[in-house]
Structure formats: C-alpha cells, structure tokens
C-alpha cells in the first residue's frame, strides 16, 4: 500500500510539501514518481526520481517543484513552490520495479487546491 499526505488548500504563489510512504511491497522500488488528475483532466506525470536519483520532470513544473525519494524506505516527496491555480488537481505517487519482481504500485491520491 501507498499512503500519500501533505495535500491541502494553498494560495497561489505558496508552497505545499507531500509524502508518500509505501508498505508491504514485495522488493524496492527503482523509480518513483508523483502524477496529477485534475478535474475534467487526463492524469499526467508531473516528476520521477530513480533508485539513482536521477530526476526528471514535466515541462509544466518549470523549476517551480523538486522531487525526492528513498528507495530503501520506500518513501517520495515532491516539494512545491510558487504554486499556480492550475496545479489544482489530485495528486497520486507511484512506485514501480521494472525487474523481477516486477510492480507498479499507486498511491490513493492527495487533492491539492491552489486559489487565486
């Protein structure tokens, strides 16, 4: 199981921080990612951080967020500034392992609400 929190209301222009701590999965994980549905919307991935650490991150985060994460406890975050009303939406993380045993594991989503 993936449990995510940090989700809330924030002003435009603030920051809001998540976590997602997984349980119960069967080996580590070696990419771990935070995706976003927002209303109406298709869910898209927003930022993903390998086993490695290395990062990458949609065109839309344009600097404004840093991702990060801990393989061996199973654990992401996903820092967010200078929030825009459009990154309104549900966030959900995402952990998978692309070897045997192989998984891809979500999360039950986070709502985050950035007012104008």
């Known amino acids: 199981q993936l449990q995510a929190s940090g989700g809330g209301v924030v002003q435009a222009g603030g920051s809001l921080s998540l976590s997602c701590v997984a349980s119960?999965?069967?080996?580590?994980?070696?990419?771990m990612a935070w995706h976003r549905q927002a209303p109406g919307k298709e869910r898209e991935l927003v930022a993903v951080?390998?086993?490695?650490?290395?990062?990458n991150y949609a065109a839309f985060v344009k600097g404004r967020f840093a991702i990060s994460g801990d393989s061996a406890k199973s654990t992401v975050w996903l820092q967010m500034n200078k929030m825009e009303p459009d990154d309104t939406a549900v966030y959900y993380c995402?952990?998978?392992?692309?070897?045997?045993?192989?998984?891809?594991?979500w999360g039950q989503g986070t709502l985050v609400t950035v007012s104008s």
């Open positions: 951080v390998t086993s490695g650490g290395t990062q």
């Open positions: 119960g999965l069967i080996s580590t994980p070696n990419r």
């Open positions: 995402k952990m998978s392992r692309a070897i045997p045993p192989a998984y891809d594991e």
